[in-house]
């Protein structure tokens, strides 16, 4: 069996730094990586971190005016950060939801939903 190139294994991860970066363009559906750690580093996010996270991440942008939109928010495998997938959502929409959630995740004070 010949394996295939796999397009977001093609990114140079050594040269990845924290943000936000388009990963992949599948029609109208953008995926974003939401880079928090940089890769390789030795450094990682925590298991529970992560998962408060990603409910905080998931609820917030999934309880808004453009949930319909939303089609994925979840962590990477490799803790470095997470995904977020999106369809037919304008680049600019996309950051500032992305902004706004984390202004949210930031002073959130409660029980983890």
Do not use: W
């Not at 890769?39 to 298991?47: E, K, M, Q, S, V």
């Not at 992560?50 to 990477?76: C, N, W």
């Not at 495998?77 to 929409?93: H, I, K, Q």
């Amino acid at each position: 069996m010949e394996l295939k190139q796999i397009a977001s294994f093609q990114v140079d991860h050594r040269k990845l730094t924290e943000g936000m970066y388009t990963s992949r363009v599948d029609g109208d559906v953008v995926t974003y990586d939401i880079r928090m750690v940089r890769p390789n580093c030795g450094t990682y996010l925590g298991y529970g971190a992560i998962h408060s996270f990603e409910h905080l991440f998931a609820t917030y942008v999934r309880s808004g005016p453009q949930s319909d939109k939303v089609i994925y928010a979840g962590p990477m495998g490799c803790r470095t950060g997470f995904y977020f997938l999106v369809r037919d959502m304008a680049p600019e929409a996309a950051i500032a939801l992305v902004r706004e959630t984390m202004d949210f995740i930031a002073g959130y004070e409660g029980p983890i939903p």
